[in-house]
């Protein structure tokens, strides 16, 4: 598919993650042949105000093909001067979140609450796009409240402010991660805009991924079925996959010790992707309580 003047290889997608969607990790899914992969969610005021935990957040693989960031905040003077410094040069697009219900994002007008307020959105969006010529795109939920639909209404929006392409997360803001996204609410964005839509949620195998693309959207972002299965972007893609589970879980440990130093961070990255490497209840508890890089591969890699 195409955004803007970006020509992605296939339209499966790494979502972003918050603590998941880290270098090491978009990096193994560009190995396993993801289309575009999304940075974790970085902090545009953040960035303004030069923290370093925040700049970490912008390192490139060179085993990654494409990469969008996802920036997330509410001061469209913030977004123009952070664009405009060069800091993300890097990357191939610029995504703006609009979706994530955490309490702490949402409570400071970051995130799913904009779609309480369109005018800041737009203004958001507009700045952005007159501070760079990378394709921009936004990520956003069917709504904030539970039952609550305003997806066309701002798609519609997105499009009018210049967004290249959008991002469907059709549950609400209440929803949280529960229940079924809304497929249809995924059909009804796309029949309302001419720029590219992908889809995100709940695509885990063929036939999600058949059932979102059925909608007739243009791709889709895959987020908690690549955990501990990267490989799905291969098998979704009709590719066989020889490796097995634990050799998947080698490279990964590979990838995290290639860009990542401290072991205490290393290891709380790895944590998440171990428990859905490792299948044994009892192996999973130990892999929770250790706090060693060594004992989890012990764990993992231990046939018993």
């Not at 925040?54 to 977004?79: D, K, N, S």
């Not at 972007?233 to 009709?238: A, D, E, M, T, V």
């Not at 998440?272 to 209840?281: D, I």
Request: contains cysteine.
């Amino acid at each position: 598919m195409k955004i803007k003047n970006i020509e992605t290889k296939n339209n499966i997608f790494l979502a972003p993650q918050a603590g998941v969607s880290e270098v090491a990790f978009r990096s193994l899914c560009s190995l396993f042949g993801s289309g575009l992969n999304y940075t974790e969610m970085v902090s545009v005021k953040g960035l303004y105000y030069n923290s370093k935990k925040t700049f970490e957040m912008l390192r490139r693989g060179e085993e990654e093909g494409l990469v969008a960031v996802q920036l997330f905040g509410h001061e469209p003077e913030i977004f123009e001067k952070v664009i405009k410094s060069g800091v993300l040069n890097a990357f191939d697009i610029i995504d703006i979140n609009m979706g994530c219900p955490a309490p702490k994002i949402v409570k400071n007008g970051d995130g799913s609450a904009l779609l309480k307020d369109l005018e800041c959105a737009r203004n958001v969006i507009l700045a952005v796009v007159r501070s760079t010529d990378k394709p921009v795109t936004v990520k956003f939920r069917k709504g904030f409240n539970k039952g609550e639909d305003v997806a066309v209404e701002f798609a519609k929006m997105c499009e009018e402010a210049g967004a290249s392409a959008i991002c469907i997360h059709a549950r609400t803001r209440e929803d949280g991660y529960s229940g079924k996204v809304d497929l249809d609410c995924a059909k009804r964005v796309k029949e309302a805009v001419k720029i590219p839509v992908i889809a995100s949620g709940d695509v885990v195998d063929a036939p999600s991924l058949s059932r979102t693309l059925e909608t007739g959207v243009d791709g889709v972002m895959i987020a908690r079925g690549a955990l501990g299965h990267p490989e799905i972007f291969s098998i979704l893609q009709g590719k066989k996959v020889t490796l097995s589970r634990r050799d998947i879980a080698r490279l990964h440990i590979k990838l995290l010790k290639k860009y990542y130093h401290d072991e205490k961070q290393i290891v709380n990255l790895f944590k998440r992707h171990a428990m859905k490497y490792e299948t044994r209840a009892d192996k999973r508890k130990q892999i929770a309580l250790s706090q060693s890089l060594e004992v989890i591969e012990n764990i993992i890699f231990d046939e018993k």
